[in-house]
Structures are given as structure tokens and as C-alpha cells.
């Protein structure tokens, strides 16, 4: 038996949830959902033997797609704003990386040209008075 203190809770991208389920949660038919599938819409990830496993994401995805169809907006419109989204969401991880790097760089580059502290053997003070 596993050690429930070990558990490590799937997280969004992780496929756990069977066609089923994933239709239940969407609110969507099975047969819509394969559908779907075939389409590129939302992709599940696979078993060994090939059945499909939604994540949250996917569910959420699902969601997302319902609501987007219940606009009026049709299914390769659908398919480029979850494009869109998903360019928009890489971007926006690729910009949190890069303003990490540049605060390490400048935190490196700012204690660069520090000047060492001086020891306190051989220090003097100097009064400057104009002539």
C-alpha cells in the first residue's frame, strides 16, 4: 500500500480523468469529446493501450470551447483563439524567465562595482579645508 504522507496530488496537466468523467465534468458528450480530439481541439494524453486520460487543463479547455461554440463563434475559430492563448501563455512564461535573468544580472553587475571594504588597520581620515 502507498504512503498517504508520499501522496503528490496530480497537477493541472497531469491525465487522470477517463472520457467519461472528462465528458461529465465539460458538460459535454463522450462522442463530442473524441470529436474534439480528432479535431486537434483539446488533446489528451494517451495510456499504453491508447485510451485517452484529460487533465484539468483539458477539462478546462472543454469549458472554454462550450462557451466559445455557445457564442456563435465556429469550431476553426475556436481552434485559433486556443492557439492564440496558448502562444500568449508560452510568452508570458518566456518573459518571467527573462526578467529573472535580468535581475540576477543586475544584482551581479551591481555588486561588481562595489568597492571592497576597506579594513579598519591602516585607515585614516582626511579634512579637507579650502585654501
Given at each position: 500500500?502507498?504512503?498517504?504522507?508520499?501522496?503528490?496530488?496530480?497537477?493541472?496537466?497531469?491525465?487522470?480523468?477517463?472520457?467519461?468523467?472528462?465528458?461529465?465534468?465539460?458538460g459535454m458528450?463522450?462522442?463530442?469529446?473524441?470529436?474534439?480530439?480528432?479535431?486537434?481541439?483539446?488533446?489528451?494524453?494517451?495510456?499504453?493501450?491508447?485510451?485517452?486520460?484529460?487533465?484539468?487543463?483539458?477539462?478546462?479547455?472543454?469549458?472554454?470551447?462550450?462557451?466559445?461554440?455557445?457564442q456563435?463563434?465556429?469550431?476553426?475559430?475556436?481552434?485559433?483563439?486556443?492557439?492564440?492563448?496558448n502562444?500568449?501563455?508560452?510568452?508570458?512564461?518566456?518573459v518571467?524567465?527573462?526578467?529573472?535573468r535580468?535581475?540576477?544580472?543586475?544584482?551581479?553587475?551591481?555588486?561588481?562595482?562595489?568597492?571592497?571594504?576597506p579594513?579598519?588597520?591602516?585607515?585614516?581620515?582626511?579634512?579637507?579645508?579650502?585654501?
Open positions: 500500500m502507498t504512503d498517504p504522507s508520499t501522496f503528490d496530488p496530480p497537477g493541472d496537466d497531469t491525465p487522470v480523468f477517463v472520457i467519461s468523467v472528462a465528458a461529465e465534468l465539460s458528450h463522450p462522442q463530442t469529446l473524441r470529436s474534439y480530439d480528432r479535431m486537434g481541439l483539446v488533446s489528451p494524453g494517451r495510456t499504453v493501450g491508447g485510451g485517452r486520460r484529460y487533465s484539468l487543463r483539458d477539462i478546462e479547455q472543454l469549458r472554454q470551447v462550450s462557451q466559445l461554440s455557445a456563435g463563434i465556429g469550431l476553426e475559430g475556436v481552434r485559433r483563439i486556443l492557439q492564440l492563448q502562444e500568449v501563455d508560452e510568452l508570458r512564461r518566456h518571467t524567465v527573462l526578467q529573472s535580468l535581475a540576477t544580472a543586475e544584482s551581479a553587475l551591481l555588486d561588481s562595482r562595489l568597492p571592497a571594504v579594513s579598519s588597520q591602516g585607515t585614516a581620515v582626511v579634512r579637507w579645508r579650502r585654501p
